[in-house]
């Protein structure tokens, strides 16, 4: 077989089996979907078929031979290039640099690196920024800069870890379109979603892990949908939709007011008003200010012009923002220490506002361990264990101790960037009720999101975001598909 194969691996974390006898095949010329439900092993399998991880026993081959891949290095070697959910770009560096950084130049020529990139970039159908720094891209770019870098580099294997999270839905056509294209042209690729309409639209072949274990495998022409639905998400409950009610404006908590920030991607008369118990969604193509407009809100960056106010109070760097203003930020890891266990993340909103200090000063470890155990089991983090590290939870698990942290804690406002990017079905509609809970309590909500339906599902008033502005405006009861999707491509009707 022509194409990169995981032959019966087994991995194990401690006590935790990540994988038990998997077998994958991704073929030359093949687009194969993982899926499976959060913590399953999807990324593990990933790893190691990308020489980042190694399995306890079984093995990796490339053509029908063995390999050994000690580390990434040895699998860019062999024609591997992966994307993961964590980008290893380095953020204070553009895409044309990193470009020269990964690829083992001595001579760092960045206008040869950049027309390369841009080249090859442009042939897949990708659309980069090379001379930006990485750190004030949005994750969207980021990824297809990597891609770009994977395809730069020469990549015959491509590894996708989730790459449509963060995107929306032209986005995601856009992707699959350079996809399919790479392997119609004999590249094999791996792609891990947790969107059954994505392994629908683009998948040829697809494997399903269910606790480390393939319980589904095969071409998607033998797979109906109802196998597919039943092997990734087992019993469901199908509690009916809730009826929407548009919650009544009460008290303003956040508004945004005439705001911009420097430079071209940077905001530019951004009005934005929350109020409490209100849920405003913001969508838009990726790259059009969102990830700014979160950290404005958030108070983690102060506008050139403009003002933004909490409570009626000006939103001044940390200390307003910790008693105040919950935020998730696009990319969790932002959020959390990954290198320490997970209380120390439970707790980094607590701590600032004093709680946890014993009488002597000292932090009061035995309570925040049960604290942190209570909201870990609380929002189904697994494994719930205030000791584990956090850089070994899923991605998944990981996004589900960032949102329940910052929504339990009772916010004024909530800044909300992606909150089930990641997660499989099942957890994506558990949090969605949190976030609808957090706004009953009375809560004020700005959920920025490439996921339109969430968007819909929740968000009392809708603004469209393109090219740092806010191009559109609406109540709930006037969506309609059209009206966004001429927005978000730049054609504005009615309110501006
Ligand atoms: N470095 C590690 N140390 C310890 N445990 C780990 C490590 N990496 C993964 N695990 C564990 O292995 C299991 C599988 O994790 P993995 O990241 O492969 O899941 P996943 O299917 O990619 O999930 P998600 O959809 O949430 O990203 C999880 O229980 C996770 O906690």
Known sequence: MTGIELRAVTRRFGHQVALCDVDLAVRAGRVHALVGENGAGKSTALKILSGAEHPDAGSVLIDAGPVRLRHRR????????????????????????????????????????ARELTGVAERAGLRIPVDTPVAELELAQRQQGE???????????????????????????????????????????????????????????????????????????????????????????????????????????????????????????????????????VVGVGGNGQRILAE??????????GSVRVADRPLTGDAA?????????????????????????????????????TRVRTLDWPAIRTFTDTLMRRHDVRPASSTVRVGALSGGNRQKLVVGRELDANPVVAVLHGPTQGLDPRAAVAIRAEI???????????????????VRELADHILVISRGRIVDEFDIGQYSPTRVGRAMAGVTEGAA
């Open 147 to 281: 891609l770009a870098m994977a395809l730069a580099r020469g990549a015959r294997i491509l590894l996708l870890d989730e790459p449509t999270s963060a995107l929306g839905p032209h986005e995601t056509e856009a992707l699959f379109d350079t996809i399919r294209t790479l392997a119609d042209s004999g590249t094999a690729v791996l792609l891990i979603t947790h969107r059954i309409d994505e392994v629908r639209a683009v998948a040829d072949d697809v494997t399903v892990l269910t606790r480390g274990r393939v319980t589904l495998s095969g071409a998607m022409t033998d797979i109906s949908d109802e196998r597919l639905v039943a092997a990734m998400i087992g019993e469901q409950d199908d509690r009916t939709e809730p009826v929407r009610t548009v919650a009544p404006r009460t008290a303003l908590v956040l508004s945004l007011t005439e705001v911009g920030t420097a430079g071209s991607k940077g905001l530019a008369g951004v009005d934005i008003t929350v109020h409490a118990g209100e849920i405003v969604g």
């Open 436 to 454: 609808r809970a957090a706004a009953d309590r009375g809560t004020g909500i700005l959920l920025i999101s490439a996921d339109i339906d969430e």
């Open 321 to 357: 923002r910790r008693e105040t203003v919950s935020y998730v930020p696009e990319e969790r890891d932002e959020a959390l220490l990954p290198d320490a266990d997970a209380a120390h993340s439970a707790i980094l909103r607590t701590l600032g506002r004093g709680g946890f200090r």
């Open 296 to 305: 404005v809100a958030a108070g983690l960056v102060t506008p050139t012009t």
């Open 74 to 113: 040895d699998g860019i070697d062999h024609g591997i290039g992966t994307v993961m959910q964590q980008l290893s770009l380095i953020g204070d560096l553009t895409l044309a640099e990193n470009h020269i950084l990964a690829g083992d130049r001595f001579r760092a020529d960045r206008g040869r690196a």
